[in-house]
């Protein structure tokens, strides 16, 4: 079977359950990455070590988002380019591409460095806490080049319809931080650095795995020295498809920083346990988010071959089974989120905080359903600047307002600060619907005009 889905041709669930399979389980170890630092830490470190991991991985996974989100302009320009049955021009977007987010790698790297303590105090980052959650922003920061690399790598293998190869690069990242995490954590309890250190090592680890097996494929492109050049052309069109996705990430990464905060300056054990509950979260949103990269992938693909209808199929299919999922995923969230914080968490504090938090997301399992998957159907239409818009008001209309007026109510319950999000999921959900039906009546105008 080849690695490289066809997304044009043939029956959509299957093409769409043979891409996603492996974006999930991709997304799933990605997810097991960043909390295996949480589960070690949890179990061989202190609260206040639980409390800086969980604050300054979600800065750091803020920023990556960034990067990521970025990149997705390379992983539209290449799905477009083999729908268009020129696969070729991929190696000109590649080359481009490694230098703008060489750019960004150095950029990043300066600010994390320089500027970690001022992240840690802009986050609230608890007292006892505050020391480690600098030095763990900072160790990532140092290795940004080794974790845009890691990123970026997926994004392009992503466009050429294969999530295999990303599965295998985030399994042996995987495996490697579980080592390196038992060994500087558990072993030589060097706690929030060791965690640090493991994360960055790991996905250096990855990168270099990743380059090995590039090198080995057949790839539908060729990456020579030559193509390794900036074009300014090239460059332009991916900052124009993926800068509004990366601002919309970072703003609503902002936003989420901005709960988090909130959440900080009500004490340590709040903080522990939201820190717990994000980690979680990372797991029950796995379906929509794989559905929401794979959707991208798809519609960029027919939207090159001029299948639109067919990218409208794709969107319902995903939500169809998206959909199943989320229903199973509220039940055991809701009702047994005391069992899921357990899993990350021993302090029954830290645990009973947690599971407080993760009622109001089990809620949100229920509509990221829907708005994952549209979002990944506009981003393959380039319909960018739309995902950043409803992102953006989702984030500062609705999350922050309510988180923060939820937060100030006696007695305080994380419960109420955590239905901030999917009371912004709604509006979001709302804003794609609309759009989505504006989009459908352009078409049909198209079609009579032709």
């Known amino acids: ?63 990556t988002s960034i990067v990521s989100s ?65 030095d763990y922003i900072r160790i990532c920061g140092l290795g940004s080049l080794v974790i845009i690399a890691y990123n970026l790598i997926g994004s392009v293998f992503r466009g050429l319809g294969d999530s295999r190869t990303p599965l295998i690069t985030v399994a042996v990242a995987c495996a490697c931080n579980i080592a390196g ?48 050049r900036w074009d300014g052309r090239i460059i332009k069109r991916i900052l124009r498809l993926g800068t509004p996705i990366a601002l919309q990430d970072f703003l609503v990464g ?37 559905f929401m990269q794979s959707m991208a992938a798809f519609v960029a693909q027919n939207r090159g071959a001029g299948k639109p209808k067919r990218a409208v199929q794709g969107l319902w299919s995903a939500v169809a089974v998206s959909t199943a999922a989320g229903v199973l995923m509220f039940y055991v969230t809701f009702f047994h989120g005391n069992l899921l914080a357990g899993i990350f968490a021993s302090d029954a504090q830290v645990i009973a905080a947690a599971a407080d938090y993760l009622k109001a997301y089990a809620i949100d399992c229920l509509l990221t359903c829907f708005l994952f998957c549209f979002i990944g159907f506009f981003n393959g239409m380039e319909y960018t600047g739309f995902v950043m818009f409803q992102g953006i008001a989702g984030a ?20 109420r600060v955590g239905l901030a999000t999917p009371c912004s999921t709604l ?24």
């Open 254 to 290: 902002i936003s989420f920083l901005v709960v988090l905060a909130i959440v900080n300056s009500l004490g340590l054990i709040a903080s522990a346990g939201v820190g717990v509950a994000e980690k979680v979260c990372g797991f029950i949103m796995l379906v929509p988010s794989a």
């Open 427 to 450: 509006l979001q959900i709302t804003m794609c619907f609309v759009c989505f039906i504006i989009w459908r009546r352009k078409q049909a105008t198209a079609k009579t005009y032709k």
């Open 181 to 228: 995490d038992l060994l500087l954590v558990a072993g030589f309890h060097m706690g929030t650095k060791g965690a640090a250190l493991a994360t960055v090592a790991a996905q250096l680890i990855s990168v270099l795995i990743s380059l090995a097996l590039m090198r080995r494929k057949t790839l539908p492109f060729e990456l020579t020295r030559e193509s390794v």
């Open 70 to 134: 970025l990149a997705m302009g390379m992983t539209i320009l290449i799905g477009e380019k083999i729908g268009m049955g020129q696969p070729k021009e991929g190696g000109r977007i590649v080359g481009s591409g490694l230098l703008l987010f060489a750019a960004v790698g150095a950029v990043m790297t300066v600010i994390t460095a320089m500027f970690s303590s001022s992240f840690a105090s802009i986050m609230h980052a608890p007292e006892e806490a505050f020391a480690l959650t600098a």
């Open 1 to 63: 079977m080849s690695e490289h889905t066809d997304f044009i041709n043939g029956r959509i669930i299957p093409a769409l359950l043979r891409f996603v399979g492996p974006v999930f389980l991709a997304l799933f170890l990605q997810s097991m990455y960043g909390a295996v630092d949480l589960l070690i830490v949890g179990r061989f470190a202190e609260a206040a070590d639980v409390s800086a991991v969980a604050t300054g991985s979600q800065i750091m996974f803020t920023l």
């Open 396 to 415: 500062f209309f609705v999350r922050i307002p309510v988180a923060f007026i939820m937060s100030r109510q006696i007695p305080v319950s994380l419960f």
